[in-house]
C-alpha cells in the first residue's frame, strides 16, 4: 500500500526557515508529479507548489520567491525548503501524489500533513 509521510513541519518565529521532506512507501509504479498543499484552520486546503518527475515547478503567488520544492527520484522523495516563513504561512502541509496510467490519474494519494506554525 502506497503511504506518503511528511515530516519537518514545527514552531517557527516570522523570518525563519523550515524544510519539510515527504517521502513515499509501498510504490508499485514510478512517482510522477509531486505537489504540496497546505491548510489552514477554517480554510480550504490550497496548493502550494508542484514539482514534475523532470524537475519543472510551479509555485503559488503566495510563496514564490520563498520556497522552493525540490524531488530526489532515487529516494522516492520531495521537499519544500521554505524561507522568509510568514505568519500567514501556519497551516498543516500535506504532500500529495497521483498514480498515472496512459496519461490519466487511476490513484490519488496524500500524507497525514506536518504541522508549519509561524509566530511573530
Known amino acids: 500500500q502506497v503511504q506518503l509521510v511528511e515530516s519537518g513541519g514545527g514552531l517557527v518565529q516570522a523570518g525563519g526557515s523550515l524544510r519539510l521532506s515527504c517521502a513515499a512507501f509501498?510504490?508499485?509504479?514510478?512517482?510522477?508529479?509531486m505537489y504540496w498543499y497546505r491548510q489552514a484552520p477554517g480554510m480550504q486546503r490550497e496548493w502550494v507548489a508542484d514539482?514534475?518527475?523532470?524537475?519543472?515547478?510551479n509555485y503559488a503567488d503566495a510563496v514564490k520567491g520563498r520556497f522552493t520544492i525540490s524531488r530526489d527520484n532515487a529516494k522516492n522523495s520531495a521537499y519544500l525548503q521554505m524561507n522568509s516563513l510568514k505568519p500567514e504561512d501556519t497551516a498543516v502541509y500535506f504532500c500529495?501524489?497521483?498514480?498515472?496510467?496512459?496519461?490519466?490519474?487511476?490513484?490519488?494519494?496524500w500524507g497525514r500533513g506536518t504541522q508549519v506554525t509561524v509566530f511573530s
Open positions: 500529495h501524489t497521483n498514480q498515472i496510467q496512459w496519461d490519466v490519474p487511476v490513484r490519488s494519494f
Open positions: 509501498g510504490l508499485t509504479f514510478d512517482l510522477d508529479a
Open positions: 514539482i514534475t518527475r523532470g524537475g519543472s515547478t
